[in-house]
Nanobody
Framework: QVQLVESGGGLVQPGGSLRLSCAAS????????MDWYRQAPGKQREFVAT???????TYADSVKGRFTITRDNAKNIVYLQMNSLKPEDTAVYYC??????????????WGQGTQVTVSS
């Protein structure tokens, strides 16, 4: 059983900052990638940022320069620092991991989501 527990969402004014966290626990194997996705009302879930086990990062163009993804491999936690937030960043943010189990292959896991609302 694998659990991903997200925290840090909330209401923030435009231009403000939030830091999301996602802690993975249970039989998580060897985590390769830790990612953040988001889904706004009426829209499809979209990629936000990813970080590899070697700390290589990739960002969606819409958040590049404003968001920073980091991870603590010892604690199996991934963070998303969000600065200069805009109303269009309003969405439910989901944590996702791609992990590998020896002899069994790779598996995907998703968190339950945390709401981020950017509004004045």
């Amino acid at each position: 059983q694998v659990q991903l527990v997200e925290s840090g969402g909330g209401l923030v004014q435009p231009g403000g900052s939030l830091r999301l966290s996602c802690a993975a626990s249970g039989m998580i194997g060897s985590i390769n990638f830790m990612d953040w996705y988001r889904q706004a009302p009426g829209k499809q879930r979209e990629f936000v940022a990813t970080i590899s086990s070697g700390s290589s990062t990739t960002y969606a163009d819409s958040v590049k320069g404003r968001f920073t993804i980091t991870r603590d491999n010892a604690k199996n936690i991934v963070y998303l620092q969000m600065n200069s937030l805009k109303p269009e960043d309003t969405a439910v943010y989901y944590c996702h991991i791609l992990t590998h189990y020896y002899g069994l292959g790779s598996r995907n896991y998703w968190g339950q989501g945390t709401q981020v609302t950017v509004s004045s």
